[in-house]
């Protein structure tokens, strides 16, 4: 069974810029999370997605944002980029349902780095 | 607010020794505990979990956890660790109330394996 997959591996963008990250989730899970992982803060939730909604939302600001498909997979965006924003975006999902009993699985991530 | 508390940031640790690695969580409620293992440039692996039931659980590599509800401690076992062991240690919590996709991490733990 494939894991989940994270699309680019690495990303070099400048400040001012937007991007989008894309996850793959393995086959069958429905739930995606997004994670930030910096030195100084770091593993933080951003968002979960399950069935194409917004379920759970962390405390970052609305420049970033994503979206799920029918299909699961999910991508994150983030607009005007700024130098704080270089960190390892992480993906996970899971099955998704609200029993708890269904770990997140993670991805290898995308590196991104602002200029 | 679920938080969770990772006292060691590196320890140092001989090949052929036994490990252990503290965690500590604050939650209202019976949390949903795991370990994650992050090997440089790579995405989180699940190495156990506990949801409820026995207090010592078995994950992969060898590694065992025990739940201690009375000093809200979910501490990392090996009895004989291997170089390979060498990597950053995460202890997460999960809420019942976010469906337990929202993971609350702490700030890691690195293992060094000395020969």
């Known amino acids: 069974k494939a894991g989940v997959t994270q699309t680019p591996r690495y990303l070099i963008k400048t400040r001012g810029q937007q991007v989008t990250l894309s996850c793959s989730p393995i086959s069958g899970h429905r739930s995606v999370s997004w994670y930030q992982q910096t030195p100084g803060q770091g593993l933080q939730f951003l968002f979960e997605?399950?069935?194409?909604?917004?379920?759970n939302k962390g405390n970052f600001p609305g420049r970033f944002s994503g979206r799920q498909f029918s299909n699961s997979r999910s991508e994150m965006n983030v607009s005007t980029l700024e130098l704080g924003d270089s960190a390892l975006y992480l993906c996970?999902?899971?099955?998704?349902?609200?029993?708890?009993?269904?770990?997140?699985?993670f991805g290898d991530g995308t590196r991104l780095s602002i200029l | 607010a679920q938080s969770v508390t990772q006292p060691d940031i590196h320890i140092t640790v001989s090949e052929g020794a036994s490990l252990e690695l503290r965690c500590n969580y604050s939650?209202?409620?019976?949390?949903?505990l795991f370990w994650y293992v992050q090997s440089p440039g790579q995405g989180l692996q699940l190495l156990l979990k506990y949801f409820s039931g026995d207090t010592l659980v078995q994950g992969i590599k060898g590694f065992e956890a025990e739940f201690k509800r009375s000093q809200s401690s979910f501490n990392l076992r090996k009895p004989s660790v291997h170089w390979s062991d060498a990597a950053e240690y995460f202890c997460?919590?999960?809420?019942?109330?976010?469906?337990?996709?929202?993971?609350?991490f702490g700030t890691g733990t690195r293992l060094l394996v000395s020969p």
């Open positions: 997460a919590v999960g809420a019942m109330n976010t469906g337990f996709q929202k993971l609350v």
């Open positions: 939650y209202g409620a019976t949390p949903y």
């Open positions: 997605y399950f069935s194409e909604t917004q379920r």
């Open positions: 996970a999902s899971s099955l998704g349902g609200t029993g708890g009993d269904q770990p997140q699985h």
